[in-house]
Each structure stands twice: as structure tokens, then as C-alpha cells.
């Protein structure tokens, strides 16, 4: 895309969810560091090294995130997928930042959701700097809803035509997070897409251009 002319820069979203082993995962990494590790596609924002979002990381002992972490931490701005009690493990030391990968978050039945994230921002942003000298960063989530009845679950959060898209933007902008982290452009399964498709149109690509806007 950047070589037609389209200003496109990409982050790397690794997801453990199904908790692979440290090793598989330092497998990917090695060969993503071998084949991409100076690619001109990576967005270079936040920090000289590509972000990496390691997506599940709270389901890994400290153990395995320090073991992540000092072999890919050169290559890699190593951004968490961690909650309050998570990070207060001391597995800070071994992250540039963080974004909670809160795909169900319910402004409806749970407005509280909002102080949780801002409690984590400010969580993160006192457990001291990186050893580069810079500062750990928060990433919030957002999403237009949720849906795991789709997946054979029981949670739904309503998207309520743009209602919650807008409704998280303007809650979760409380932490006054560093960026933020789309859920999801496709995951189609969960409900939580923004991509364009019959049933939505380009209704939520529109609306996220006007809140970032």
C-alpha cells in the first residue's frame, strides 16, 4: 500500500489467547524479527522499535513475560494485554506499555468499566519508566459491541446503531490514553467488526473517522 501512495503503517498484534507455549511464541517472533524486522510498513510513532501487541500476555507467569521480553524487547516496543492485578505483578519491568483487550465491555450494565480503565492508565503510567528512559505508555480499547452468542456464548453487548462505539470513545477517553486499540476491524465472530459489509455498510468506518476527527 505504501507503494501506491497510501499512507498505511502497521503495528503487530500477536494473539496468545489460545496460550501457545513460550517457545512457539519466541519461534514467531524470531522469524518475524528475520523476515520484517526492518520493514518500512511498521509505524514508528511511539518508539524506534515496531509495536508489538502481545495480545493474552496476562494468561503468562511473569516468568514467561520476563523470558519474552529480554530476548525480544531490542526488536520489539512490547505493549501488554494486562489488567490492575496483572501489572502489579512485576511483570511491568518487562513491558513499554499496555492496552486491556476489553472486547465486552459494557457501558450499559457496567459504567464502572470506565474507572477500571482509568485506574489501570494511571497504574501503568506510575510504575516507572522503560530502561530507554521513556515512558510506559496506555493504549485504550474501543469497540462498536459485542457478541459472543454468535460463538456459542452468552454475552452481548447492543451496538445500538453507533451508540456504544460513541459512548465507550467518550468513557474510556477518561484514561486519556496514548492511543488506542480497535476491537476489531473483522472479528466477525465476536460482533465486533467495523469492517464494511452489507449488513452495516461503512456506518462504523464512517463514525470512527468522526470521532478521531
Known amino acids: 500500500m505504501n507503494g501506491e501512495g497510501i499512507p498505511f503503517k502497521l503495528w503487530i498484534s500477536f494473539k496468545s489467547s489460545s496460550k501457545p507455549s513460550v517457545t512457539a511464541i519466541a519461534n514467531d517472533l524470531a522469524y518475524l524479527v528475520r523476515q520484517y524486522g526492518n520493514d518500512s510498513a511498521y509505524d514508528h510513532t511511539y518508539s524506534s522499535r515496531p509495536v508489538l501487541l ?3 500476555s496476562r494468561k503468562y507467569s511473569l516468568a ?12 520489539f516496543f512490547i505493549v501488554g494485554d494486562e489488567t490492575q492485578s496483572t501489572w502489579s505483578d512485576g511483570r511491568s519491568a518487562y513491558l513499554d506499555g499496555d492496552s486491556y483487550y476489553w472486547s465486552s465491555q459494557n457501558p450499559y450494565t457496567n459504567p464502572r468499566s470506565f474507572t ?18 521513556s515512558r510506559k505508555l496506555w493504549f485504550a480499547p474501543l469497540t462498536p459491541g459485542y ?11 447492543p451496538r445500538n446503531g453507533v451508540q456504544t462505539l460513541d459512548t465507550l470513545f467518550a468513557g474510556n477517553a477518561q484514561s486519556a490514553p496514548d492511543g488506542w486499540t480497535l476491537i476489531s476491524w473483522n472479528e466477525i465472530s465476536e460482533g465486533s467488526y467495523v469492517v464494511p459489509l452489507q449488513r452495516w455498510g461503512t456506518t462504523y468506518v464512517a463514525e470512527l473517522r468522526r470521532l478521531i476527527g
Open 54 to 56: 502481545w495480545t493474552g
Open 64 to 75: 514467561d513475560v520476563a523470558t519474552i521480553s529480554s530476548r525480544f524487547r531490542s526488536s
Open 116 to 133: 477500571t480503565l482509568k485506574n489501570l492508565a494511571a497504574q501503568v503510567r506510575a510504575s516507572g519508566a522503560n530502561p530507554d528512559g
Open 147 to 157: 457478541d459472543s452468542l454468535l460463538n456459542g456464548g452468552s454475552t452481548c453487548v
